[in-house]
Structure formats: structure tokens, C-alpha cells
């Protein structure tokens, strides 16, 4: 089911685009609110009216409208959705996407989103098949668009190969898969510290770590893909978003506190964030100068504890809330201590020796340690930790109703 989910269907320019009323009549039918742009193009192939009769919603089209703008500006329309699915995708439409262009409503929209987007291309076989059409897929695909299709068979042009639009069917599956519905953690919402963070020692300074955010943003997506509307609040990291994940980027530890409390309600709260423990006192407004044989004085204080802080909250704790332990020596004991001391539900031991390569590696071998002991988890990449961990959330809160207590 999709109850309750916003879908922005933008509607481009070609013959399949009628496959869009059906696709719009079955969101509905699964409890999806559905709000249509259509192209200049798209309108050539659908009547607004036919999709806002499907859709039961008001049909957006241009992006100078004083009406529309006034009624509902084109970034929220963008931030408002849960999912953008682009049917049909045309070449031109592609490459747009794939050249960052904003140049009318559908484009703008798509590069103010900061929700995942699904494509379903269509265009002449010989147009799919031209290096410029196969170029901007691989960047769009990198920028971490979805796609679903293009099929194979007889084209409305004469002409045979892939290049027809998916099925309304295929493209409900897609969306269904991306949004996670159905899945064990359907309804959960889940919080991920991910990254470093930057503490300023002036404008050009900071103190910082080796976090890549791999493991954090792995979590993240793991989440997601189980079902969880998950917010993944990173420090400054170069991974890609994961598809499905509210993305809330921040710099130091102050703000990915902020962050994390504007995230809240959640069920799931994990801190895998590598946060400074101090930041400078009297970090300067203006570039700290070199003064000759002078050498300056950094005063530290403390940061606030993010896992402390969601852990001891007196008033809409999440129900799991999930700490990882860095350590270089005594793993277990350490972590234990730490699982008391902040007060989570469970703790990641993660060996973090120099020779681990655990900070900024692919790789990464930890220890679950919960109320009842500790589970020794295989060494494995930082996305079959992510997916290990994701499942166990997922049985653990499985035995709790939603907005229950602690597993
Ligand atoms: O990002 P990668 O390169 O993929 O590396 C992954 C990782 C090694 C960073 C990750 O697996 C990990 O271990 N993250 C926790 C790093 C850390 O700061 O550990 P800690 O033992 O110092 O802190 C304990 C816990 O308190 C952590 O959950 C941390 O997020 C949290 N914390 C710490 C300080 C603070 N001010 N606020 C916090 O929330």
C-alpha cells in the first residue's frame, strides 16, 4: 500500500504519456495522493483535464504563473512530494535533467528536490541507443536517479527495440520498491548521524576527522529500503545521497543536534557520526594570522552529546536508539561503559586500531552489544553491516506497536 504517500508525476512529451492516467488511477488506488506537472510537451499527448480528474488535484504547468506561484511556489511543489516519477521520460527531458537546465516547471522542480526521483524513459530506438542519450543516463544514474524501463518491442514510430515506456504495473513495482511500502519498517521514522563534523577555528579552519560517512549513509539507505521515512543528518561528507533518504546536511556538532531534535518524532534514532568532542571557544570571526615565532592558543570546550541528548530525552525518546563505540583498545569494555554512560538501547562496538581502516574503508567488523550480551557480528562491508543491522531493527521493533515502547 501507499497510503499516505505524495507522488509529483511529471508528465513529458510522448506518445506513452496516456499510460500516465492509468498509473495515476492505481497510485490512487493504493491511497497515493498524486499531483501532476505536464510539459509543454506532455500536453501535446494528455489534457490537464484528464489528469486532474484522475489525479483530483490541480495540474501545474507553468513556471511563471502568478496564480500557481502564489498557490504553491515550485520548490515546495518539489518538497512537498515523497517521490518524483518522471513518465515519460523523453530524450530531451533526460538530457535536461542530466545538464542541471531549469528551464520550465518539470526541470525546476526536479533539480530544487531533495526527494528521490524515478524516471520511466521512452523515445525512438535509435534516440535510446545514441551515446548522448547513454551519457546522460550514466550521469543521471550517478546524481542517483532511479529508472524503471525503458522495454523492449514494436514502437508507436515502426520500429523495434527497447525504448517503450514500462507499463503502468512496472512503474507502480518501482515505486512501491522506492518508497519502501510494505516493507517491515512501513510507518517506522528513522534519524541517522552520518560523516564528521567540522568544528571552525576560524573561517577557514576547522578541526575535524577521517569519517567518510560510508557507514552512517549506508545505515541510512539500508533503512530506507526497509521502509523507514528515514532523515540521514551528515556532516560533511563526498557520498552520494542514498535513494529514498531526507538528506539534511550540517557542519558542526551544534548543528547536528538542531538537526536531529527538528527531525524528531522518531522510532529510530542511530548515531554513527563521528562528532568532534570539543570545538574551539574563541574560534575567530577573521582569518587567525601567522604571527612570527608565535605560537596560538586554541581553547577547547565540550560539545553537546547528540546519542546522550536523543537517549536521555524526558519526552518522545525514540524507541531504539542506537550508538556506535570508536575504539582502539578494550572494544567490549569500552563500549559497555559507553552504552551506560549515554544511555541508548543498544551500542556498535567498531574497532577503529590504525590497522582497521575502518574510518573511511569499505570494510568494517562490529559487535552488537545490547541489554542482554553482545552478538559477534562477521566482518563485512559497510552496506551488509548497514543491511544486518537495518533487519535486526526491524525484528526487534516488529514485537512493538507503532509509537510503543522500547523493544
Ligand atoms: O564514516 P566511516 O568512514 O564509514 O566510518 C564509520 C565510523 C567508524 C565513523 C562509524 O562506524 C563509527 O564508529 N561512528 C562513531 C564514531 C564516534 O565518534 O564514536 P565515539 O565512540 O567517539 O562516540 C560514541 C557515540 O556517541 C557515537 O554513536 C557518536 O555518534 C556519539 N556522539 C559522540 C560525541 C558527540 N558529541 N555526540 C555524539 O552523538
Redesign the pocket.
Known amino acids: 500500500m501507499l497510503e499516505g504517500k505524495r507522488i509529483l508525476l511529471i508528465v513529458g512529451g510522448g506518445i506513452a504519456a496516456y499510460k500516465c492516467l492509468e498509473l495515476i488511477r492505481r497510485l490512487r488506488e493504493r491511497g497515493a495522493a498524486v499531483r501532476c506537472i505536464l510539459t509543454e510537451a506532455g500536453g501535446q499527448f494528455v489534457t490537464p483535464l484528464s489528469l486532474s480528474a484522475l489525479s483530483g488535484d490541480k495540474v501545474y504547468g507553468e513556471l511563471f504563473s502568478l496564480t500557481d506561484e502564489a498557490e504553491m511556489g515550485h520548490i515546495q511543489l518539489s518538497r512537498d512530494a515523497d517521490l518524483l516519477v518522471v513518465a515519460p521520460a523523453t530524450a530531451d527531458l533526460l538530457a535536461r535533467m542530466a545538464a542541471g537546465l531549469a528551464n520550465d516547471l518539470a526541470t525546476t522542480a526536479l533539480l530544487a528536490t531533495d526527494k528521490a526521483v524515478l524516471a520511466a524513459p521512452a523515445m525512438n530506438v535509435r534516440m535510446w541507443w545514441h551515446p548522448a542519450t547513454q551519457r546522460n543516463m550514466t550521469r543521471l544514474r550517478e546524481d542517483g536517479v532511479a529508472f524503471v524501463g525503458p522495454n523492449e518491442g514494436d514502437m508507436a514510430c515502426g520500429e523495434y527495440g527497447p525504448g517503450r515506456m514500462a507499463e503502468p504495473a512496472e512503474i507502480l513495482a518501482a515505486i512501491e520498491s522506492l518508497l519502501g511500502a510494505g516493507g517491515p519498517l512501513a510507518g517506522r521514522r528513522a534519524i541517522v548521524?552520518?560523516?564528521p563534523t567540522h568544528e571552525p577555528i576560524d573561517p577557514v579552519r576547522y578541526i575535524a576527522n577521517?569519517?567518510?560517512?560510508?557507514?552512517?549513509h549506508a545505515i541510512a539507505g539500508a533503512l530506507a529500503r526497509l521502509g523507514a521515512e528515514t532523515v540521514l543528518v551528515s556532516g560533511p561528507t563526498h557520498e552520494p545521497t542514498p535513494r529514498g533518504v531526507r538528506l539534511v546536511p550540517v557542519e558542526t556538532?551544534a548543528e547536528m543536534l538542531a538537526a536531529c531534535e527538528a527531525a524528531l518524532p522518531a522510532d529510530i534514532a542511530i548515531?554513527?557520526?563521528?562528532?568532534?568532542?570539543w570545538r574551539v571557544a574563541n574560534a575567530g570571526a577573521g582569518k587567525m594570522k601567522k604571527v612570527e615565532g608565535v605560537l596560538p592558543t586554541l581553547s577547547l570546550v565540550e560539545?553537546?552529546?547528540?546519542?546522550?541528548r536523543l537517549s536521555r530525552r524526558p519526552e518522545g525518546r525514540p524507541a531504539l536508539v542506537v550508538?556506535?563505540?570508536?575504539?582502539t583498545d578494550d572494544l567490549i569494555g569500552n563500549a559497555r561503559a559507553?552504552l551506560t554512560r549515554?544511555g541508548c538501547d543498544w551500542i556498535?562496538a567498531?574497532d577503529?586500531g590504525p590497522a582497521s581502516g575502518?574510518?573511511?574503508?569499505e570494510r568494517?567488523q562490529v559487535h552488537l552489544l545490547t541489554r542482554d550480551g553482545v552478538e559477534d557480528w562477521p566482518a563485512g562491508s559497510?552496506a551488509e553491516i548497514a543491511e544486518r543491522l537495518a533487519r535486526r531493527i526491524a525484528a526487534a521493533l516488529g514485537a512493538t506497536p507503532q509509537g510503543g515502547g522500547r523493544p
Do not use: H, W, Y
Not at 271 to 277: G, Y
Not at 303 to 308: R, S, V
Not at 358 to 361: D, E, H, L, Q, V
Open positions: 548521524t552520518s560523516g577521517r569519517s567518510s560517512g560510508k557507514q552512517g556538532a548515531c554513527a557520526a563521528a562528532v568532534a568532542d560539545n553537546p552529546d547528540i546519542l546522550a550508538g556506535f563505540a570508536a575504539e559507553k549515554k556498535m567498531n577503529v575502518t574510518f573511511g574503508g568494517n559497510k
